[in-house]
């Protein structure tokens, strides 16, 4: 797929999450909340990166909430201002300070004490733009989870942390070809359909 073709699909993806009502965002969100409450990958991630829904994405905001309770370290990513191609998990309380980074979008006042380096998490919900059922993932655009877990590209022997692609049902399409930067999910979980992948 050229890089023009890849930035129309990713346009048309963005479109069609968008579209989507309150309503129909509402039960995607409590479908999604269904799907991963109960899986084992989850019960047993004591450390879990989320993020908070912008653009249309599928919210996770129902499960962020029930992580809390359960006592797990629930971490949100924050765009670095230099470099400005790096990302950082900032671990959340409950009088947490916000803010909003250059894209507009809220996240937690970054705080190095609460910070964790990106293999000590257990699970990191990504969102995505598009997936296909070999779970790839066609993201913004921007790199910042590439950039982040290049380092799983090396690893022989352990791959933490485990990630997990979040989407709408929408946003599926037949196929997406792997670009040499695209670091492999160990899974996509939709409002439809939970797709675990086995690394080679």
Request: proline residues 7%.
């Amino acid at each position: 797929m050229t890089p023009t073709r890849r930035k129309a699909l990713r346009k048309d993806l963005r479109s069609a999450r968008r579209a989507l009502t309150p309503s129909q965002q509402h039960v995607a969100s409590r479908k999604l909340f269904r799907m991963l409450a109960q899986h084992p990958l989850f019960i047993r991630s004591r450390h879990i990166a989320f993020y908070l829904a912008n653009d249309g994405e599928i919210d996770p905001a129902l499960l962020l909430r029930h992580a809390c309770r359960m006592g797990k370290a629930c971490y949100l990513p924050v765009v670095s201002g230099w470099p400005r191609n790096s990302m950082k998990f900032q671990r959340i309380h409950k009088h947490q300070q916000w803010t909003r980074n250059r894209f507009g979008i809220a996240e937690p006042r970054a705080r190095a004490s609460g910070q964790t380096r990106p293999w000590r998490l257990d699970m990191v919900l990504m969102p995505l733009v598009g997936y296909d059922q070999q779970g790839n993932r066609l993201g913004m655009g921007g790199g910042f989870y590439d950039r982040t877990f290049a380092y799983l590209r090396r690893r022989q022997t352990w791959f933490a942390p485990s990630l997990i692609g979040l989407a709408h049902k929408c946003q599926k399409v037949d196929f997406l070809p792997v670009a040499p930067w695209d670091i492999p999910l160990d899974g996509i979980v939709s409002d439809a359909e939970c797709i675990m992948v086995a690394r080679p």
